[in-house]
């Protein structure tokens, strides 16, 4: 019977995922922050990159990295000017990073950063800016192609 319970409940997700652009967003977004974590790392450790650098790169990585996502597998808008997308993408994860760092830095200044504090401070910094950065997209980077 749990099996049954479970198929059916992994399946209701996979539904919920695949007629949710909000989810989807989310999900390549978590790819992204793969991407983004693992070339920091390989930047700055085997490459011996300096940091601000290694994090510059590793943006860059990310953002491509979920901008093809976002362009093929949640928005599905494929069509127009490849550049102009890409560009109008990062401008918009760029702007994005305005609300994610002002969540994460109010949050430290009215709760300190001691303990998980400053963990708890980037999870919802990361949110805001996921937020923002949904917007957007669907606003602005990928309008014409909205389902």
Known sequence: MYTLIHKGWHVNL??????????????????GFVVDSCVFLFALSLCSIPVFPARIIAFICSATTTWLGNRKFTFNQQQGSVFKQWR??????????????????????????????????????VLAGMFSNYFLCTKWVFASGKE
């Open 14 to 31: 996979l539904d919920k995922i695949r007629h949710s652009t909000l989810l989807r967003f989310a999900c390549v977004g978590g790819s």
């Open 88 to 125: 109008n993408f990062f401008m918009s994860a760029c702007i994005s990073a305005i609300p994610n760092f002002i969540v994460f830095s109010l949050m430290l200044y009215l709760f300190g950063n001691a303990g998980y504090m400053p963990f708890i401070a980037l999870v919802f910094g």
